[in-house]
């Protein structure tokens, strides 16, 4: 990482902030030393973990406020009444400049609602959508959006697809991604009329991304793409369906192991491979989801997770600052959105 980078971080927010988060930043240190942290939050309770982790001290600025915004705040209700929160005050330092990014384990409707009034949305984007990327039998693919957007027309979901291709290019490190577009079918006919719009729009010619087509419920798996674009509905039942299934199948493979003596043997022969298979899937590896269409970076931690799953959120938001993420997303509306010349007579 060349220069520093400066992160603000919601310590308030989460399951069990303000430890984790802290705790999070010093492991993030070990990936990108030369980052930098602005912490909100109660003083009393940030500055004695700070003074446990020397090399947190030595980066960290904390900016104390008492208030925080509670796991069931409205939305609305943090919007208006939450201008002292941990929250807010962390959105509003890269909105005035002062950090390159905020990552928070927080309400996440009220992260939205706060980011999108305070940080506004990129020339060319309607609507800010929620992305994430998992394991898949290729490696790693990207969907978006999980739960920001229920509703969404072809505009959004062409929209949705060039913020993923972005994305994929800028932390993924994929060079030219694939995109896709969920449907209950592959053929032209299926889907509704936003799904089917969007299509005829990628197809076209006019998009800078590489346009698969469709896919379906099964080709989230299989990695058949490396973006899936989708609206919130669909794409936050599809995510949740997917991590129920894998805990599902780690529960499953857990028990297997334990039902018999010579289980229980065999999974110490076979201990190697289960600490890779615990690896693969962990959600921790993959805790970071982004809100994508904003002229800040703006990351959502899961809040339940740990320092390390926190360390990986905070990490996405330093990738996407480094690659150039922002930078990426304005090019690229830029060529969409110039105006096309006129078609010229005929010459008789």
Do not use: W
Not at 165 to 191: M, Q, W, Y
């Amino acid at each position: 990482m060349s220069g520093t980078i400066t992160i603000a971080l919601d310590a308030m927010g989460g399951d069990r902030a303000p430890e984790v988060v802290i705790r999070g930043a010093d492991l993030a240190l070990e990936r990108h030393p030369d980052a930098q942290f602005l912490v909100f939050g109660a003083q009393e309770r940030i500055a004695p973990l700070v003074a446990q982790l020397p090399r947190v001290a030595k980066v960290a600025t904390l900016h104390h406020t008492s208030e925080m915004v509670q796991n069931d705040d409205k939305p609305s209700q943090a919007l208006r009444a939450g201008r002292n929160t941990s929250m807010r005050l962390a959105i509003e330092a890269v909105a005035e400049g002062r950090a390159d990014g905020v990552v928070s384990a927080g309400n996440t409707g009220a992260l939205m609602a706060i980011a999108k009034f305070a940080l506004k949305t990129l020339p060319g984007i309607d609507r800010p959508a929620i992305a994430t990327f998992f394991p898949t039998l290729r490696g790693e693919t990207v969907m978006l959006d999980l739960g920001a957007n229920v509703e969404c027309d072809a505009e959004n979901l062409v929209q949705f697809a060039l913020m993923g291709d972005a994305f994929a290019r800028s932390v993924l490190g994929i060079v030219e991604p694939t995109v896709g577009l969920l449907n209950v079918g592959s053929e032209d006919l299926k889907g509704n009329d936003a799904v089917r719009g969007a299509a005829a729009r990628l197809r076209g010619g006019l998009i800078p991304l590489r346009f698969h087509g469709f896919v379906e419920g099964d080709d989230i798996g299989a990695g058949t793409v490396d973006v899936i674009v989708t609206d919130g509905f669909t794409g936050n039942v599809a995510l949740k369906t997917a991590e129920g299934t894998a805990r599902l199948f780690t529960h499953a493979l857990r028990t297997s192991f334990e039902h018999s003596p010579m289980a229980k043997i065999g999974a110490l022969f076979a201990r190697g491979a289960l600490r890779k298979f615990r690896e693969r899937l962990d959600p921790r590896r993959y805790n970071g989801a982004m809100f994508l269409g904003l002229r800040g970076i703006a990351v959502k931690s899961h809040g339940g997770t740990d320092a390390f799953g926190f360390a990986n959120a905070i990490g996405v938001a330093i990738d996407m600052k480094v690659n150039g993420f922002l930078e990426k997303i304005r090019a690229d509306l830029t060529r969409i959105n110039v105006p096309m010349p006129a078609p010229q007579p005929a010459a008789l």
